[in-house]
């Protein structure tokens, strides 16, 4: 379940003229393809059929009213092991993502006698890493969300 689907795909090879004939049948306005069989549209259910997605449960939305930076710096600090400079915080909730590499190069290396916090953290950079420069960037393609910190919670306390 989770990220497992699009996590075994891996690279796809770009077939640029099936993208081309693509974009050529496609209706802004409609929002679908237009094929000589009739009109065909891409649903919800088929990104959870090819990408291995679950559809069903609660949305992954997070909101917490009156944070600081100061507040999403302290929880940097809690669950990645570092506080970021306010420069490395576009806004109150995104880090940039050059921060958060440096910053998990820069831990010492695992061993069996590494303490499970350092652990932790180092797991849920990487995971922020992936999730932000990978699977859902922004528009900027610099800088993650912290509120995907919020859901690793869940991951650490077990209650998936």
């Not at 090879?13 to 802004?28: F, G, M, N, S, Y």
């Not at 919800?44 to 909101?63: K, N």
């Amino acid at each position: 379940m989770g990220f497992y689907g699009p996590a075994r795909c891996g690279y796809m090879k770009l077939d640029r003229h099936l993208i081309t004939a693509l974009v050529e049948r496609w209706c802004p306005e409609a929002h679908t393809f237009h094929f000589p069989v009739g009109e065909v549209t891409i649903t919800l259910q088929d990104i959870a059929i090819i990408w291995g997605l679950s559809i069903e449960g609660e949305p992954v939305i997070y909101r917490e009213p009156n944070c600081t930076k100061e507040h999403w710096s302290q929880y940097c600090h809690l669950w990645l092991g570092f506080t970021p400079h306010e420069s490395e915080m576009r806004i109150i909730t995104t880090i940039l993502l050059s921060s958060l590499s440096d910053h998990l190069k820069h831990m010492p290396e695992m061993d069996d006698n590494t303490p499970q916090d350092i652990v932790d953290q180092y797991a849920h950079g990487c995971v922020l890493l992936l999730l932000g420069g990978l699977m859902m960037p922004d528009s900027s393609r610099s800088s993650v969300s912290l509120l995907y910190l919020h859901f690793l919670e869940n991951v650490v306390s077990g209650n998936v």
